[in-house]
C-alpha cells in the first residue's frame, strides 16, 4: 500500500509539472492521464496550434517514456509507421543483410498528429498497433515498448484535406477529447508563458514500470455490483432496437454504445477513482468520464444529425435517467 501511496504523490506531481507548462487545460491533463492508467488510447480533436504536441511532449518527459511524433499526411505509407526491412552491411563491412529498421511506432509515448490526414489504409496501419501491442512486418511479430500509449489528434472533419476516421478504428480509441478554444484569460496567460523567458525543463517524476504498475492497481480497484448494473442498463438503454431505449434514442440513434464502451467506462471510471486517492468507484466517477469514454462510440443517425442533435448531450440525459432509476 506505501507503493501504491508513493506512485500516487509522484502521479499528482507529475499532473501538476504538466500543468505549469500546457496552461488552462487542467480537464484535458485529468482526462489524458485516465486513460493513461487505464493502459488506453487517446483521440484529441482540436483546431491546429492549440498546444497538443507540447502536451504528449511534456508528458513523455515526466512519465519518461521515449516519445515519437509521426505527422500523418496524404502521401504517408504504412511502413513509414511501421518500419521495413532495408539492406545493411554486415558485420566487418562484409557482403549486405536485410535488417527490420522500426518505425516511429516503435516508441513508448506516440503522437499520430492530424491522424485524419492520411489516407485509411495509412489509418489502419496503427490498428494493430492499439489493440495488441505487436507490429507485423512481413509475417514476422515484434512486440511494441510497454506501456505503450498512443495520442493521436484530428481536425474537425469539415476542414479540408481531411479523412473521416473508420468506425472500427475510431472504436479503438479509448477516450475522444475534445480540446477546446481557451478563453481570454486562458489566452493571456499562455502568452505570457510562451513569450518571455523560458520556463524551466520539467522532470520525470515517475518510471515506465511504476505506470505499468499503476495500470495494473487500476484493475484493482473495486465497483460495486450496483454500479456494474447501472452501467450495464445503460448501455442497453443506449440500444435503438431494444425497449429499454428511451424516445429520443430509437428517434435519433443510429448505433448505440458496444460493450467495449461499457469496458471503457468502468476503466475510467477506476482510473479516476484511483487518481483522487480513493480505492472504491463512485457514481461520481462514472459520470466524470461517460463523455471522453463514449461521445465516439455512439453513432447519430441522419434525422439526428440533420436535427443538430448534440451526442454529449444525448448521453448525459441517458445516464442521469438510468442512474437516478438505479437509486
Known amino acids: 500500500m506505501s507503493e501504491l501511496q508513493d506512485a500516487l504523490a509522484r502521479l499528482r506531481a507529475g499532473r501538476e509539472a504538466v500543468g505549469h507548462v500546457v496552461v488552462g487545460q487542467a480537464e484535458v491533463i485529468d482526462q489524458v492521464l485516465t486513460a493513461l492508467l487505464a493502459g488506453g488510447h487517446v483521440l484529441i480533436e482540436s483546431s491546429p496550434g492549440l498546444g497538443k504536441t507540447l502536451l504528449v511532449r511534456t508528458l513523455g518527459t515526466v512519465f519518461g517514456m521515449k516519445f515519437n511524433r509521426i505527422q500523418f499526411t496524404p502521401d504517408l505509407m504504412p511502413a513509414d509507421i511501421t518500419g521495413t526491412y532495408a539492406l545493411t552491411?554486415?558485420?566487418?563491412?562484409?557482403g549486405m543483410t536485410t535488417k527490420f529498421q522500426p518505425g516511429p511506432v516503435f516508441a513508448q509515448m506516440v503522437l499520430a498528429d492530424e491522424i485524419n490526414r492520411a489516407t485509411p489504409k495509412t489509418q489502419s496501419s496503427l490498428l494493430e498497433a492499439m489493440q495488441e501491442g505487436t507490429v507485423t512486418v512481413m509475417g514476422v511479430e515484434y512486440d511494441l515498448p510497454r506501456p505503450f500509449f498512443v495520442l493521436a489528434t484530428q481536425n474537425p472533419i469539415e476542414m479540408e484535406g481531411t479523412y473521416i476516421l473508420p468506425e472500427a478504428?475510431?472504436?479503438r480509441?479509448?477516450?475522444?477529447?475534445?480540446?477546446?478554444f481557451p478563453s481570454e484569460a486562458v489566452l493571456e496567460?499562455?502568452?505570457?508563458?510562451?513569450?518571455?523567458a523560458p520556463l524551466a525543463s520539467v522532470q520525470a517524476t515517475l518510471t515506465p514500470t511504476e505506470?505499468?504498475?499503476?495500470q495494473a492497481w487500476t484493475r484493482d480497484v473495486p465497483i460495486s455490483s450496483e454500479l456494474r448494473t447501472m452501467v450495464a442498463r445503460f448501455v442497453r438503454a443506449t440500444q435503438p432496437d431494444l425497449?429499454?431505449?428511451p424516445e429520443r434514442v430509437r428517434r435519433f440513434v443510429r448505433y448505440g454504445v458496444s460493450p467495449r464502451g461499457a469496458q471503457a467506462?468502468?476503466?475510467?471510471?477506476k482510473a479516476r477513482a484511483l487518481m483522487e486517492g480513493r480505492y472504491n468507484v463512485a457514481v461520481e466517477d462514472v459520470r466524470?468520464?461517460?463523455?471522453?469514454?463514449l461521445r465516439h462510440r455512439l453513432q447519430l443517425n441522419f434525422e439526428g444529425e440533420a436535427a443538430g442533435v448534440s451526442v454529449d448531450d444525448l448521453i448525459a440525459d441517458v445516464l442521469g435517467a438510468v442512474a437516478e432509476r438505479s437509486r
Do not use: N, R
Not at 552491411?89 to 562484409?94: A, H, L, N, R, T
Open 173 to 180: 480509441f479509448f477516450f475522444k477529447v475534445v480540446l477546446p
Open 211 to 214: 505506470v505499468l504498475a499503476l
Open 189 to 196: 496567460s499562455i502568452l505570457d508563458a510562451t513569450t518571455g
Open 89 to 94: 552491411p554486415g558485420e566487418q563491412g562484409q
Open 265 to 269: 467506462l468502468v476503466l475510467a471510471a
Open 288 to 293: 466524470a468520464v461517460a463523455l471522453p469514454a
Open 243 to 245: 425497449p429499454e431505449a
Open 169 to 171: 478504428q475510431i472504436d
